[in-house]
């Protein structure tokens, strides 16, 4: 019925028949009232999906020269995130409208460029409270993907058997540890050390924002920062 008016079923996210959330193959009755959703940005709205398992965006990001910060708490989190300090507002324009990258500013006239369609201006100041306020109001807690993305390249990170890469760690990280990973980007190796579990609390996103919210929001002064440096180590850092 709905490809029949002209929109393809690829273009829709939700259905909402009386109000309920239905698939494709809910028939109509006479009376009914059918509302149809495009992809939304804004919100996630995986919970209401029942036309696909997944929701149709996917949230990458393009992050101005003030929010490395920022750029590596996404990364973090699993988002795909473009940092470069040395990125110009030409080449932030270019990379949004070329692979549809919400734009990340603290620059208001950058967001005012006419290819850049999506963009959030990050009124925080600390890389931490931006986080949760990008995470906030892109209501991004449930898409999170801790330690899936290198924070150093944002390539995805591949799990890899401790037996084929055991010759190359130090000799007590291969004692301790069960789980890796590495980059192909920049060849660098990653383990669940203790830095990770404590970064693993930070980013309890099974909770959503409110585990964030409850590291760093209560008093401020729990720095976000101070995980951050002792963060995945590559086999060149010592542990
Ligand atoms: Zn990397």
Redesign the pocket.
Known sequence: MIEALGVPHTEVELVLVNGESVGFERALDDGDRVAVYPKCELLDVTSLLRVRDRALRETRFVADAHLGGLAHLLRMTGFDTLYDNHFGDDEIECLAASQRRIVLTRDRDLLKRSAITHGCYVRALRSELQLREVFDRLDLARSAQPFTR?L??N?PLRAIDKAQIAARLPPGVRQRYERFAV?D??A?EFWEGTHWQRMRRLVDFAGGGRTLRALVGRSGKRRCRTLMVQRLRSRTKST
């Open positions: 290198c150093s390249c390539t980059c980007g920049c660098r």
